[in-house]
């Protein structure tokens, strides 16, 4: 079973996460991608985040139909921030060993992973999958990772995968970048601009019946 974990505020969802997914379920051969709103994001700040059960809905709207594509509200079963490494932990503990998961982020997201909660063990614990933009060439893991944590990747040109001895690998995948952002959404949507083909209309019509980012 090869899980995607695919993190992220998604205030709201739009057609830039849903396209990128599918091309990685595609690509990598992924049984399955689970869309987990973060309920408190350390890097962000509350302003403007509209509540959890809000973007758990406009998710929930968009993924349905979709077999691959499912959704978790574990961030918000516990308390505090939102820490990646304890979803990645909660994702393992509940499913059986032949389990990999596969934790998918921005290139933006994967530049600052140091940063991150306890990152180094968040690295061996699940394979990273970062989607890279047309243009924006990979930077290569020493111009992110400090060099004793760099030094340990190999790259393997057959699988085009970096690998450590023990350890999660991560694999650099470019995906169809639709140039959106939930900011953008945010904001057209408080300037009563059309939204249609940025966000499934099911999310623009959630967004309009619930009044969000008026
Ligand atoms: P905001 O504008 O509020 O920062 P966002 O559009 O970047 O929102 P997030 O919820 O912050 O959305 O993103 C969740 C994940 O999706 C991150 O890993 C981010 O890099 C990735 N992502 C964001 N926009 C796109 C896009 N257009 N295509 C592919 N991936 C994206
Ligand atoms: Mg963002």
């Known amino acids: 079973m090869k899980l995607g974990l695919f993190g992220g505020t998604f205030n709201p969802v739009h057609f830039g996460h849903l396209r990128a997914a599918q091309e990685l379920a595609e690509l990598l051969k992924l049984d399955r991608i ?38 978790s509200d574990v961030e918000n079963r516990r308390p505090g921030k939102s820490y990646s490494i304890d979803t990645v932990r909660y994702f393992r503990n509940a499913g059986d060993s032949g389990l990999e998961c596969f934790f998918i982020t921005g290139q933006d997201a994967f530049d600052a992973i140091t940063t991150w909660h306890d990152w180094k063990n968040l690295l061996r614990l699940c394979h990273f999958v970062v989607m890279t933009r047309p243009g924006y060439e990979n930077r290569g893991l020493h111009q992110i990772l400090p060099p004793d944590v760099a030094g340990r990747y190999v790259y393997d040109a057959a699988g085009d995968v970096f ?52």
Do not use: C, W
């Open 34 to 71: 689970v869309f987990i709103p973060a309920a408190t994001p350390p890097h962000k700040t509350p302003s403007g985040i509209v509540s959890f059960e809000h973007r758990l809905q406009m998710l929930q709207l968009a993924v349905a139909g979709n077999d691959v594509f499912s959704l």
């Open 163 to 214: 690998q450590q001895p023990h350890g999660g690998s991560i694999f650099f995948r470019q995906t169809t970048f639709l140039d959106i952002s939930s900011s953008e959404v945010r904001k057209r949507m408080q300037q009563g601009r059309s939204l249609r083909y940025l966000t499934p209309d099911s999310v623009i019509r959630y967004m309009e019946a619930n009044r969000l980012y008026r």
